[in-house]
């Protein structure tokens, strides 16, 4: 099974992927592993994700290990 598929089984059955670069830094849902400046990134926002978080019927299962855009 592909990952598009297992993604589309999760989703059917209320598991959903999230944590994406661009994305608010909130954490409630995601996990900052570390800092770092990025002249092309907006402050605060998700700039590189390690690891994707999941949801389940909108509750947090695992949160997103991210690196988070910091001020220069």
Known sequence: MT???LTKAF???GLVKFGQRGE???P??????FEYPDP???VGCIGQVMKV???L???VVRPAE???VKAT
């Open 28 to 33: 409630n849902k995601h996990e900052a592993l």
């Open 3 to 5: 990952d598009e598929g």
């Open 24 to 26: 608010k830094f909130d």
């Open 11 to 13: 989703a059917k059955n």
């Open 66 to 68: 991210v690196g988070v």
């Open 53 to 55: 978080g999941f949801t």
């Open 40 to 42: 092309n990134g907006e």
């Open 57 to 59: 019927n909108n509750r």
